[in-house]
């Protein structure tokens, strides 16, 4: 640790503050001579704007580096002027470093915006500058305001190149990586923890010399030699062993048809070349770029035409418009490369030449040609560029000439046809006048015949639309009729519906069956037993409630279900215990009813929610139709409950899934009386006529259990028709087979107070 701050304070120690400044500046000088040898040698955009990149890091660190020689020989304060032009100059080093190696290629948004923050930190520095002028003399720069500012803007600036590397991903952004993250770390320590004494932080020079270096990486990122693997390996001649008659094959260009000029001419200048792959561009249009044709030279095969976004190629549009040639290598990070390889349906393009037809700007632009290198990975040099410039040259001048005359020509055919079309045109009418005037007479004669025909049609539908409206008339009059005669006989047959119910016979008490009725000690003991067995039943449900409602979250989906089963299982208990003990309470003859005058609706509430589980499990529906006006019921509220309970149960066991149960609570009135109607409709396909009196027997036998129709086959039914009875009503049931059941419940209806 000792060591550490030993070597920290000596960076900002004079003698080492020297050589801080001469190993940044001997680091940045050599990566711009790197950057001047692949210029020199390649002559890339990308490359020139390497070096004005690093010409602008030395300058601003060789400022820096003055500055503190002048102030050390005592020119002016050292203390007041040195501190915030070290901390201005590391702010736009870092600006430079992001542009040069997130932005290799030209990009006019990333340039505008590195000047626009240049002259921020210009501003800022001036800012500081006045602020830390006036109390120089009483602090240390170290924790002052100003230094905690640009600490913190420095740090920011290391992060967004950091992020900024990681969006864009340029090549060698792995060195880029480092150098962000470790100047990012020293500048936020440095903001957080500063030292208290002296004007800069050893801490953030020594991780300046530990990264600076690895901006070597940024000449040497563009790949200039081949790829290391291929599939296919090319030997290409070198450009000064290329046969001095090759113009010739230009000249074969002018002799091919006119449809094959395309072909041929990329074909010449692909050997012309030795190009691995050559492009003819139509003229680029407002948001599209054309290829016209191609041709593969290694294999020897023509490229078919491809349409391309003239927004997916940037640099090359641009080049177009301006025309000037254009020379990318394989490195390169814009969106061109990537777009013409996965047109061509290659892996990559390999380096691209680019040269517009032609390159003057006196000649309407005929299009461009485009090389490429992609099995070769040949460089192209700048006598390659100049001789394919002037290849351009001419065949555009000759392109240019070609449409000119293609122009003339068309125009003059277009003419001439023009003149034709209008002469026959006029030809035409002529001869249509004649023949309208001869048969002019001919045409109102016959208008004249047409004329009387319409009116006799029309006098015909007149008459049918007067005939057709009487029998329409009489037609309604019946229909009417009908419908009032059957309304009539609704009315009656269910006035024959009630009467039938009265008439029916009503055993004398719940006893009347062929069973052998069980002696008062042993009805007394199965009722204790019941009610003994509910205590246990009532732990399983509260327990699967409680889990179903606290722990779901806890419990994997096959357990919720096993939970929901349980549930389910428990409640249907709960209700054939609730059956056993009225069933019991018949048998030893102490069910009574205690009636009074109640609202119906909501037990039948209380009753759909005791039958929900089942609704839900079934995924069925229930159609509630209440009366309009107030209804009460002269009945046993606890009793008329398990009424509507195993009716509407019985109704949706008895409905397939997804159907739907109609439930209707109604009053009607017989020979003066009113009687409260509670109706139950099922889906369940109907009971059979010679079934219907054994639906509400307490029949134990298989008989039972096969009636069809019938959802519940326990005691739930007889013991709803015993239930009913003790209330002083009736019960019984309707059936169309094929759509369903219809059970009725009619007890005495009770008197509505008026004021209520």
Same mark, same amino acid.
């Given at each position: 640790?000792?060591?550490?701050?030993?070597?920290?304070?000596?960076?900002?120690?004079?003698?080492?503050?020297?050589?801080?400044?001469?190993?940044?500046?001997?680091?940045?000088?050599?990566?711009?001579?790197?950057?001047?040898?692949?210029?020199?040698?390649?002559?890339?955009?990308?490359?020139?704007?390497?070096?004005?990149?690093?010409?602008?890091?030395?300058?601003?660190?060789?400022?820096?580096?003055?500055?503190?020689?002048?102030a050390w020989q005592g020119a002016f304060p050292f203390h007041a002027l040195v501190p915030v032009v070290d901390r201005a100059v590391a702010a736009a080093s870092l600006l430079l470093l992001i542009w040069l190696w997130a932005y290799p290629?030209?990009?006019?948004?990333?340039?505008?915006?590195?000047?626009?923050?240049?002259?921020?930190?210009?501003?800022?520095?001036?800012?500081?500058?006045?602020?830390?002028?006036?109390?120089?003399?009483?602090?240390?720069?170290?924790?002052?305001?100003?230094?905690?500012?640009?600490?913190?803007?420095?740090?920011?600036?290391?992060?967004?190149?950091?992020?900024?590397?990681?969006?864009?991903?340029?090549?060698?952004?792995?060195?880029?990586?480092?150098?962000?993250?470790?100047?990012?770390?020293?500048?936020?320590?440095?903001?957080?923890?500063?030292?208290?004494?002296?004007?800069?932080?050893?801490?953030?020079?020594?991780?300046?010399?530990?990264?600076?270096?690895?901006?070597?990486?940024?000449?040497?990122?563009?790949?200039?030699?081949?790829?290391?693997?291929?599939?296919?390996?090319?030997?290409?001649?070198?450009?000064?062993?290329?046969?001095?008659?090759?113009?010739?094959?230009?000249?074969?260009?002018?002799?091919?048809?006119?449809?094959?000029?395309?072909?041929?001419?990329?074909?010449?200048?692909?050997?012309?070349?030795?190009?691995?792959?050559?492009?003819?561009?139509?003229?680029?249009?407002?948001?599209?770029?054309?290829?016209?044709?191609?041709?593969?030279?290694?294999?020897?095969?023509?490229?078919?035409?491809?349409?391309?976004?003239?927004?997916?190629?940037?640099?090359?549009?641009?080049?177009?418009?301006?025309?000037?040639?254009?020379?990318?290598?394989t490195s390169s990070t814009s969106r061109d490369l990537k777009a013409i390889a996965f047109a061509l349906n290659i892996p990559h393009t390999g380096p691209l030449l680019v040269a517009p037809l032609p390159p003057e700007e006196r000649t309407?632009?005929?299009?461009?040609?485009?090389?490429?290198?992609?099995?070769?990975?040949?460089?192209?040099?700048?006598?390659?560029?100049?001789?394919?410039?002037?290849?351009?040259?001419?065949?555009?001048?000759?392109?240019?000439?070609?449409?000119?005359?293609?122009?003339?020509?068309?125009?003059? *055919?277009?003419?001439? @046809?023009? #003149? %034709? &079309?209008?002469?026959?045109?006029?030809? /035409?009418?002529? +001869?249509? !006048? $004649? =023949?309208?005037?001869?048969?002019?007479?001919?045409?109102?004669?016959?208008?004249?015949?047409?004329?009387?025909?319409?009116?006799?049609?029309?006098?015909? *539908?007149?008459?049918? @639309?007067? #005939? %057709? &409206?009487?029998?329409?008339?009489?037609? /309604?009059?019946? +229909?009417? !009729? $009908? =419908?009032?005669?059957?309304?009539?006989?609704?009315?009656?047959?269910?006035?024959?519906?009630?009467?039938?119910?009265?008439?029916?016979?009503?055993?004398?008490?719940?006893?009347?069956?062929?069973?052998?009725?069980?002696?008062?000690?042993?009805?007394?003991?199965?009722?204790?037993?019941?009610?003994?067995?509910?205590?246990?039943?009532?732990?399983?449900?509260?327990?699967?409630?409680?889990?179903?409602?606290?722990?779901?979250?806890?419990?994997?989906?096959?357990?919720?279900?096993?939970?929901?089963?349980?549930?389910?299982?428990?409640?249907?208990?709960?209700?054939?215990?609730?059956?056993?003990?009225?069933?019991?309470?018949?048998?030893?003859?102490?069910?009574?009813?205690?009636?009074?005058?109640?609202?119906?609706?909501?037990?039948?509430?209380?009753?759909?929610?005791?039958?929900?589980?089942?609704?839900?499990?079934?995924?069925?529906?229930?159609?509630?139709?209440?009366?309009?006006?107030?209804?009460?019921?002269?009945?046993?509220?606890?009793?008329?409950?398990?009424v509507m309970q195993a009716l509407v149960r019985n109704a949706l066991l008895a409905t397939p899934p997804g159907g739907t149960v109609r439930v209707v609570l109604a009053e009607v009135a017989e020979n003066g009386n009113r009687y409260f109607?509670?109706?139950?409709?099922?889906?369940?396909?109907?009971?059979?006529?010679?079934?219907?009196?054994?639906?509400?027997?307490?029949?134990?036998?298989?008989?039972?259990?096969?009636?069809?129709?019938?959802?519940?086959?326990?005691?739930?039914?007889?013991?709803?028709?015993?239930?009913?009875?003790?209330?002083?009503?009736?019960?019984?049931?309707?059936?169309?087979?094929?759509?369903?059941?219809?059970?009725?419940?009619?007890?005495?209806?009770?008197?509505?107070?008026?004021?209520?």
């Open positions: 640790m000792a060591y550490a701050v030993s070597i920290t304070s000596l960076l900002t120690a004079p003698l080492g503050n020297l050589a801080y400044h001469l190993v940044i500046l001997f680091a940045i000088g050599g990566a711009f001579q790197a950057a001047l040898v692949q210029w020199r040698r390649y002559s890339y955009p990308q490359t020139r704007r390497l070096l004005f990149g690093l010409m602008g890091l030395l300058l601003a660190r060789f400022v820096l580096f003055a500055a503190a020689a002048v290629e030209a990009d006019k948004r990333a340039d505008f915006l590195l000047f626009a923050f240049l002259s921020l930190i210009l501003l800022l520095a001036a800012a500081s500058e006045v602020w830390w002028g006036r109390v120089a003399a009483f602090f240390p720069f170290n924790s002052s305001l100003p230094d905690r500012g640009w600490a913190f803007l420095n740090a920011l600036e290391a992060l967004g190149g950091f992020f900024l590397l990681a969006r864009r991903k340029p090549d060698g952004r792995a060195a880029g990586f480092l150098l962000f993250a470790v100047l990012a770390s020293a500048w936020a320590f440095h903001a957080f923890f500063p030292p208290a004494q002296g004007d800069f932080d050893g801490l953030v020079r020594l991780a300046e010399l530990l990264v600076y270096p690895l901006i070597f990486v940024l000449p040497y990122r563009f790949r200039i030699e081949p790829l290391s693997s291929h599939r296919l390996v090319v030997q290409r001649p070198a450009f000064d062993d290329l046969p001095q008659s090759a113009f010739k094959v230009f000249a074969e260009v002018l002799d091919s048809p006119r449809e094959r000029r395309c072909l041929a001419l990329a074909e010449a200048i692909a050997r012309f070349m030795r190009a691995d792959l050559c492009l003819i561009l139509d003229p680029p249009g407002a948001e599209r770029i054309n290829v016209a044709c191609g041709y593969d030279l290694i294999r020897d095969l023509p490229l078919e035409g491809k349409s391309l976004f003239a927004r997916a190629l940037p640099i090359v549009n641009a080049a177009l418009e301006k025309r000037r040639l254009l020379r990318l290598p309407p632009l005929q299009g461009a040609v485009v090389l490429l290198s992609p099995y070769a990975q040949h460089a192209w040099t700048a006598a390659e560029e100049k001789s394919l410039a002037e290849v351009a040259l001419h065949v555009g001048r000759w392109l240019a000439a070609e449409q000119g005359e293609d122009g003339d020509d068309a125009a003059s *055919a277009a003419a001439l @046809a023009e #003149a %034709l &079309e209008r002469a026959q045109a006029e030809n /035409s009418r002529l +001869r249509a !006048e $004649a =023949e309208e005037c001869s048969a002019a007479q001919a045409r109102l004669h016959s208008l004249a015949e047409a004329y009387d025909e319409v009116q006799n049609l029309l006098d015909q *539908a007149r008459e049918q @639309a007067k #005939a %057709l &409206e009487e029998r329409f008339m009489q037609e /309604s009059a019946k +229909r009417r !009729e $009908a =419908e009032r005669a059957l309304q009539a006989a609704l009315e009656r047959l269910e006035q024959l519906k009630i009467r039938l119910a009265e008439a029916s016979p009503r055993p004398s008490s719940p006893e009347q069956d062929s069973r052998t009725p069980l002696s008062r000690d042993t009805l007394e003991y199965l009722i204790s037993g019941v009610q003994d067995f509910r205590q246990p039943l009532s732990a399983v449900t509260g327990y699967a409630d409680l889990l179903l409602a606290d722990g779901a979250q806890n419990l994997a989906p096959t357990q919720q279900d096993f939970l929901k089963r349980i549930r389910v299982g428990a409640a249907r208990l709960e209700q054939l215990l609730d059956d056993l003990l009225q069933v019991l309470a018949l048998d030893s003859g102490k069910l009574t009813a205690h009636t009074d005058k109640i609202d119906p609706i909501p037990v039948l509430e209380e009753s759909l929610e005791r039958v929900l589980s089942l609704l839900r499990e079934k995924r069925q529906f229930i159609s509630v139709q209440l009366p309009d006006l107030p209804l009460l019921v002269q009945a046993d509220p606890h009793l008329l409950r398990q109607r509670f109706e139950v409709e099922d889906a369940g396909g109907g009971i059979p006529s010679e079934h219907l009196a054994a639906v509400f027997k307490r029949d134990r036998s298989s008989i039972y259990r096969l009636i069809p129709g019938i959802g519940d086959r326990g005691v739930g039914l007889p013991l709803a028709k015993a239930l009913v009875e003790v209330q002083g009503g009736r019960i019984w049931v309707t059936s169309r087979v094929g759509k369903g059941s219809i059970f009725t419940v009619l007890l005495p209806a009770g008197a509505v107070d008026e004021e209520g």
